[in-house]
């Protein structure tokens, strides 16, 4: 069987700017696969910076491998995309979507795709454009959220258009929208995070503590576009991964237990800086404790009703009584690479037993997964030597530094994502 890997971006890749170095290398993880699995070939279809799949170095490709057959994406229209990959007659398409600045939105981009090679009768693994767009608007996120019984913040939507142009039409006496925006924004409690209905991540987030601040916030330049301000769940922050398939009619899906996440000053949790710990499995002391047989529960009820196929992050509160779902990121995430590292796999073997190996056999394996417990980290940038020492060190398993030579601010030139674990082979 002819699989195919694809990936698609919205943004213009600099290479002579951005400098990724991992360990071990994806050649390394990919090529496992290749080798573990000889009677299939295996493509890889994407374009840069090729994310989870690709070893960039500027704007090459920095390692290639006999066993899997790599094409960068000449396309950019969707139709054009998928008639490129359609030329590569995969027997399975399988969507592994990645992230960029300032939209997270790649899964639809892909989702499109998919429609065009469904369309040309591939079988494809990727989530549906629907189940897309409601994970990148927050507002849809929260709507859907709310639909279906899943606990999430009170929030009120601010439509930035009605916000600014209604109240400059000569007719109007009074923005009537905005009165009513800033009188539901009274009926929340505080604390509140106001951001950007389909920004990435907490990117750009404020949180506030009075209405003033709220209304502050609101009336500033900051405010360029919808915003969705919500009740800021106090308790413990956390993020778990969904992976399996839906037929249309029911889902195999695995709900992995969730890390813990570290917050930063104001509370929230930063993607450049947020440590991950974990995970929470049926032999910690705070499974119990932080009822983890039930957040399964509602994550497998999430995944059927999303429809998810393929791989979705969720972003996850506990106040000790309940679990909230804040965001739901139907992608590929440090969180990926977290879990890989902990079951003592390479991300592409995970992808493999969780999705493809399920959608080939069409059965549902129910046995119990083996963690190793894991800690995620953001350290400064390093230099070649010191990324090989530390890749060196028994417990830590996987490294990723990413530097944009461009940035001219500190905060924006890059960082270094360490995992270990207890225990390294």
């Keep these: 069987m002819r699989i195919l890997f694809y990936s698609t971006s919205s943004n213009h890749y600099d290479g002579e700017a951005i400098k990724t170095t991992t360990f071990p290398s994806w050649s390394e993880q990919w090529d496992f696969l290749a080798s573990k699995h000889p009677e299939h070939e295996f493509i890889i279809a994407t374009q840069l910076p090729g994310m989870f799949l690709l070893d960039v170095e500027k704007n090459e490709i920095a390692k290639k491998s006999s066993k899997i057959r790599y094409q960068i994406l000449q396309s950019d229209k969707e139709k054009q995309i998928a008639e490129e990959l359609a030329c590569l007659k995969p027997d399975l398409a399988v969507a592994l979507s990645f992230y960029v600045m300032p939209y997270d939105w790649l899964p639809i981009k892909d989702a499109i795709v998919a429609d065009f090679l469904r369309s ?244 549902f394996s129910t046995s119990e997964k083996i963690f190793r417990q894991t800690i995620n980290q953001k350290i400064p940038l390093l230099g070649k030597e010191e990324l090989n020492a530390l890749f060196s060190r028994p417990e830590v398993v996987f490294v990723h530094q990413i530097e944009n030579k461009a940035a001219k601010q500190i905060r924006e030139q890059g960082y270094c994502e360490v995992i270990s674990t207890t225990e390294k082979d």
């Excluded at 608007?137 to 899943?150: N, P, R």
């Excluded at 393929?310 to 990926?336: C, H, T, Y």
């Design 120 to 363: 040309a009768g591939i079988r494809t693994i990727c989530h549906s454009v629907e189940t897309s767009l409601i994970c990148f608007d927050k507002w849809q996120t929260h709507q859907f959220l709310e639909k279906i019984g899943v606990p999430c913040a009170k929030a009120v939507y601010l439509h930035h258009e009605l916000y600014i142009n209604a109240g400059n039409r000569r007719e109007i006496k009074s923005n009537v929208f905005t009165t009513a925006v800033f009188h539901q924004i009274k009926k929340l409690n505080f604390p509140l995070i106001i951001k950007d209905t389909t920004g990435l991540s907490s990117f750009g987030a404020d949180v506030v503590h009075s209405y003033d601040d709220a209304i502050g916030i609101l009336r500033s330049k900051k405010t360029t576009s919808d915003r969705i301000i919500e009740e800021m769940i106090q308790g413990i922050q956390a993020g778990a991964e969904i992976y399996g398939i839906h037929d249309g009619t029911h889902g195999m899906y695995t709900v992995f237990p969730p890390f813990l996440f570290s917050v930063n000053q104001y509370g929230i949790t930063s993607p450049k800086q947020s440590e991950k710990t974990g995970p929470i499995t049926k032999s910690s002391p705070l499974y119990e404790k932080y009822k983890i047989s039930e957040l399964t529960a509602l994550l497998l009820k999430l995944a059927d009703e999303l429809q998810l196929n393929g791989i979705a992050q969720i972003d996850l509160v506990f106040n000790g009584k309940n679990w909230f779902v804040i965001e739901i990121n139907p992608r590929l995430s440090g969180m990926s690479t977290s879990y890989a590292a902990s079951s003592n796999r390479f991300l592409s073997e995970l992808i493999w037993e969780e999705i493809i190996e399920r959608c080939l056999s069409e059965s």
